[in-house]
Each structure stands twice: as structure tokens, then as C-alpha cells.
């Protein structure tokens, strides 16, 4: 019986000689899925589980809190911390370097991969929304849906309530202002604003010495 079990299985996952990808398999490469897997639907349970039990915890169990966060995640720098409450699609398509910061509300819709860079801030409520849906009503309401993967670089700052869309690269150093709904790439090194979002300058070596003074006269007048 259980030869026979295996037999009818391995059959079900070949067509015309080629294997059958998952629904999973079919999300994770960018390509048309249904939710309603039931392999995708045990990830999301797992996730919503791990994301109560964090967006439960108070100021006196960081520690708690951070051993949570990286069981959701896929891959983590060690120095992380997200403030409650967080929400995401299944946690596990989701990548973040070292020194990253997100303050509270943040949605992370993780149907494709995102991946964060390392010394990373986000503001309230920033917004990564990663899947799709056709353009036809037909197809959309029948139920497919898809997903395109966001990768934000090093040293990127995002300002509270900005909307980062599906398939977006944002480069390194990139500051992009609250508010902002960013629809293509934004290169590295600029500041971004808008709705759509829109490159407003350069950052340059002008802003760097700035800074660099500002620094040095906090570091003087605190004793640091």
C-alpha cells in the first residue's frame, strides 16, 4: 500500500515527464500562485503565531522579543529590533543585515523575497508591499497572484508611512522622506520624495563635512 501511496503521489507531480512545482516553488519565483495552498496557508499560521507572540511582548522582554523575531525571519543580523506591532505575510522571505531599526507599525507583505541592507532606519508605519495581482478582472478574481521581490540597500533611511511597491530597488545611502509612495528604483546615494516618489537631490560631500561638524560640536558639548 504505501509503494502504491508513493507511486500515485510521484505521478501526481509529473506532467509530460517534467515535475510540478509547488504553489510554494511557483510564488518564490515571481510567478502566478494561489494563497490558498495549503502548504502556504501552515507558513502563514506559523507566521501570524510568532507575530502575536511578539506584538504581545512589553518594554521589559526585549530579549524575548528578539529571539521571536529572528524565529520569524528568514536571515538576521544579531543587532535588530523592531518595534510593536509588526506585521508581515510569512516572515520567512524576509532577509535583514546588522543595526537595523524599525519604529512601530511596519508592514512587511512578504509573498516574494525582500531584502534589507545592513544599518537600515524605518520609520512609523514604512510599508513594503511585495505582491500583485492581474490587471484582468477576470484572472484577478479567480484567484491567481503573484509577487515581485524589494531589495533595499545599506545605510537607507525611509521616513515614516512610506510605501515601498512591489519589484522596487532602493540603492545604497538613500534617504527617502515621509510620506512617500516610491514605484521604481531609486538609485543610491540621493534623498527621494513624493507621490510617485521622485529623486529631489544628490547627496554630496557638502552634506557629509555638515554633518561631520554637527557631530563634533554634540560630541564636545556632551563629553562624548
Known amino acids: 500500500m504505501v509503494k502504491k501511496d508513493n507511486k500515485k503521489k510521484t505521478r501526481e507531480q509529473m506532467k509530460d515527464g517534467k515535475k510540478i ?4 516553488e511557483r ?17 502563514a499560521l506559523n507566521g501570524r503565531r510568532l507575530l502575536r507572540l511578539i506584538n504581545q511582548t512589553d518594554e521589559t522582554q526585549l530579549d524575548d522579543r528578539k529571539q521571536l523575531v529572528k524565529e520569524l525571519l528568514g536571515a538576521s543580523g544579531e543587532n535588530i529590533y523592531i518595534e510593536p506591532p509588526f506585521f508581515c505575510d510569512y516572515g520567512k522571505n524576509i532577509a535583514i543585515g546588522e543595526n537595523f531599526y524599525a519604529n512601530t507599525d511596519c508592514i512587511f507583505l512578504d509573498v516574494a523575497r525582500i531584502s534589507i541592507g545592513h544599518n537600515v532606519m524605518f520609520g512609523p508605519r514604512v510599508c513594503l ?8 478582472a477576470v484572472v484577478r478574481t479567480s484567484g491567481p497572484e503573484f509577487g515581485k521581490e524589494i531589495s533595499i ?5 525611509l521616513g515614516g508611512n512610506v510605501i515601498v511597491n512591489p519589484g ?6 538613500t534617504i527617502v522622506g515621509s510620506g512617500s509612495v516610491v514605484t521604481k528604483d531609486l538609485p543610491s546615494h540621493v534623498i527621494a520624495a513624493g507621490n510617485p516618489c521622485r529623486v529631489i537631490r544628490e547627496i554630496t560631500d557638502e552634506d557629509q563635512r555638515y554633518w561631520e561638524e ?9 563629553q562624548i
Not at 129 to 136: E, K, L, V
Not at 168 to 173: E, H, Q, S
Not at 214 to 222: L, V
Open 168 to 173: 522596487v530597488t532602493i540603492g545604497d545611502n
Open 21 to 24: 512545482r509547488s504553489q510554494k
Open 27 to 43: 510564488m518564490l519565483a515571481q510567478e502566478l500562485y494561489l494563497a490558498s495552498d495549503p502548504e502556504l496557508r501552515r507558513d
Open 214 to 222: 554637527q557631530q563634533a560640536i554634540f560630541q564636545q558639548d556632551c
Open 129 to 136: 508591499y511585495t505582491p500583485g495581482h492581474p490587471i484582468d
Open 153 to 157: 540597500g545599506d545605510n537607507v533611511w
